[in-house]
Nanobody, 118 residues
């Protein structure tokens, strides 16, 4: 059974860089045709897809975040990470990592709350 777990700071100051890591267990992030996503949900709003890193290391970004977002992975630890620069209070949200395969989000982390505040 594949499980995902987000980790990172719960509080980030404005203008700083938010870094989150998702640890995958029970499966490999290099499994063919799987894409490892970051999705967030601001308070009172819907889910927003931020981007993904592919099984082969490809990066895919939401156009609205492309200038501020980057992804990385550590295959030895079976982890993938998100870096979001120049954060503002509008980046306050619950952040989820999720695995996409076979045309669906098959796996989700439980989510982690990130608050941007001074």
């Amino acid at each position: 059974q594949v499980q995902l777990q987000e980790s990172g700071p719960g509080l980030v100051k404005p203008s700083q860089t938010l870094s989150l890591t998702c640890t995958v267990s029970g499966g490999s992030i290099t499994t063919n045709n799987y894409y490892w996503n970051w999705i967030r949900q601001p308070p009172g709003k819907g889910l927003e897809w931020m981007g993904a890193i592919g099984y082969e290391g490809s990066n895919h970004h939401s156009p609205s975040l492309k200038s501020r977002i980057s992804f990385s992975r550590d295959t030895s630890k079976n982890q993938f990470s998100l870096q979001l620069s120049s954060v503002t209070p509008e980046d306050t949200a619950v952040y989820y990592c999720a695995g996409w395969g076979a045309a669906a989000f098959e796996y989700w982390g439980q989510g982690t709350q990130v608050t941007v505040s001074s």
